[in-house]
Each structure stands twice: as structure tokens, then as C-alpha cells.
């Protein structure tokens, strides 16, 4: 699958966060984002799964902006596991993984 990102901007509070990032990852590809903390890779990452939605520019999987999917569709060919995350919820490790084949009705 590849991944476009192109001329993404976030901005939150009266503050550019990310400007004008492009970035293109052909199919297959291994990609590392490095940078000191506070430098946007975050942010960036978080706009790629739909948790952000940038002021300015689109990503696309595929050829498809990933903010114009219907979140089932995205949800069958983009998954996210971010290092801080905090659940409401006491999941076991089966519920998790069941919770992943959702987007996938009629396949085991």
C-alpha cells in the first residue's frame, strides 16, 4: 500500500504544529520518522490514522485521502498501536484482537 503525504500543516491553539510535510512511501517500504521530542512526528503519525485532521493538505493510502473513507473502509487497511494510550475499558488480550477483525464481516 502506499502512502502519500502532501503539504500536510496541524495547527492547534494559534500554533503551526507540522508545516508542508511531504512525504511519499512506496508499497513494502520500511519507514522510520526521527526527530527530538516536540518536533511534530506525532502529530504527523496521528493525522495518517485519522485521529487529527490537518488545516492544510491530505494523506492518502493508496490514492485515496484517508479523511474522505468511510472509517470502516480505513479501518480494514490502516491499524494504529500508539506507545501512550489509556483505555475506559477492561479488555482482555482476546477482546482486543477480536476487536481488530470488526472492519472484516464474514472472515475468520
Do not use: W
Amino acid at each position: 500500500m502506499r502512502l502519500d503525504i502532501e503539504g500536510v500543516t496541524v495547527e492547534a491553539a494559534g500554533a503551526r504544529l507540522v508545516d508542508d510535510i511531504r512525504l511519499a512511501v512506496d508499497s513494502g517500504a520500511f519507514v522510520g520518522l526521527v526527530g527530538p521530542n516536540g518536533s511534530g512526528k506525532s502529530t504527523l503519525l496521528r493525522c495518517v490514522y485519522r485521529a487529527l485532521r490537518p488545516a492544510a493538505g491530505v494523506v492518502r493510502l493508496d490514492g485515496d485521502d484517508v479523511h474522505a473513507m468511510a472509517p470502516r473502509d480505513t479501518a480494514r487497511v490502516l491499524a494504529a498501536l500508539p506507545q501512550e494510550s489509556s483505555a475506559e475499558f477492561d479488555f482482555t488480550v482476546a477482546e482486543v484482537v477480536a476487536m481488530g477483525r470488526l472492519p472484516h464481516p464474514g472472515r475468520t
